[in-house]
């Protein structure tokens, strides 16, 4: 008898512990930054290998630091006086694009190795260069600028060679146009602008002589971000009253609205296979209004809540393999780098 309970209570045992093992491996948000006093924020993550680039308050200044999620090796890459913010990643993630701060609204774009080492400016004007952007072979950076109307509310749009020479403006009116995106071939940009009134979407050459606006109407549609294979457009619009997901192709069809939380969102990011795309949406109303971290799946819009807390998450970034979600979340006196796993099933 004794036996046969033995050999009862094993599996009973095994299911015990696998259930034990589960629980311990459904890790929630883990904390990449742990830093309780200071702004961690900005994060954009190395395309071939796990090191997070970010912009840190912990030495009593804006900087950029790498960290290896993989060891959390940190490893601070700036050390001057002034503001450096927005680092981005090369495409080999050899180098890295950064903002640095030249008094008021003069921000300009410099580059460096990813190690920190032979940091250089690439732009020379008076007011304002930024929101820098690699081409999908790292021969060219897509940014924006206000110098040519000393104008920091009315930017253009720029290209320029990797090192700095050719700057070419390639929208050139007097509106603003900004947000800028390589496709991934590297043959078009999407950008924004409100030279219309509202702000609406247009895919330009990269030399800017064929200019064709996407969307149209009374709306604001902004945001936009190419899908990996080029075919698809995902971007913000509140045609429909709130700020919602839509897609668009490319020549303009195949129209269609995503999400519908009827809330604010924004940022949207397609995950590497193309399969979701996450975002940024609130909830709660007044002072009690929160932002959370979403994701939509395109195949049947299905949509998730993947953070819930009292904090305000933004900025989300996928993985490499697009596995795992990393953002910032920020509470009333401090700003850290998060981490989530993701299954898109």
């Known amino acids: ?68 999620i993989n060891n959390n090796e940190l490893k601070r890459l700036t050390q001057n006086q002034v503001t450096d913010s927005n680092p981005i990643w090369s495409p080999y993630g050899t180098k890295l694009l950064f903002e640095q701060n030249h008094g008021g609204d003069n921000f300009e774009i410099h580059v460096m190795n990813s190690d920190g080492t032979n940091q250089f400016r690439l732009t020379q004007n008076t007011i304002f260069d930024g929101f820098a952007s690699w081409s999908p072979d790292g021969s060219k950076i897509l940014y924006q600028s206000s110098i040519s109307r000393n104008d920091p509310k009315s930017f253009e749009i720029y290209t320029m060679n990797s090192d700095g020479s050719n700057q070419l403006n390639i929208t050139n009116n007097k509106y603003y146009d900004g947000f800028a995106k390589w496709s991934p071939d590297g043959s078009k940009i ?72 009827g809330a604010y969102s924004s940022s949207p990011k397609w995950s590497p296979n193309g399969k979701d795309v996450i975002f940024v949406s609130s909830s709660g109303i007044g002072d009690n209004t929160k932002f959370e971290i979403y994701s939509v799946a395109i195949k049947n819009n299905k949509t998730q809540r993947l953070t819930e ?37």
């Open 190 to 261: 999407l950008y924004q602008s409100n030279r219309t009134g509202n702000i609406h979407l247009y895919i330009s050459s990269v030399d800017g002589a064929q200019q064709t606006q996407l969307t149209s109407g009374i709306s604001n549609n902004q945001s936009g971000q190419w899908s990996p294979d080029g075919s698809s457009i995902v971007f913000i619009s509140n045609r429909k009253g709130t700020q919602e997901l839509f897609t668009i192709s490319p020549d303009g069809t195949n129209l269609k609205q995503i999400t519908q939380l």
């Open 309 to 345: 807390n009292t904090f305000h998450d933004s900025n989300p970034i996928w993985s490499s393999k697009g596995s795992k979600i990393i953002f910032q979340s920020s509470t009333h006196d401090n700003v850290d780098i998060y981490m989530i796993d993701f299954d898109d099933n």
């Open 1 to 68: 008898m004794r036996y046969i309970v033995t050999i009862l209570l094993i599996p009973l045992f095994i299911l015990f512990v696998s259930a034990c093992s589960s629980k311990e491996n459904n890790i929630g948000p883990i904390n990449l930054t742990a830093n309780s006093e200071f702004f961690d924020g900005y994060p954009n993550l190395s395309p071939t290998k796990e090191t997070l680039a970010f912009v840190s308050f912990r030495e009593d200044n804006y900087e950029i630091y790498t960290l290896n």
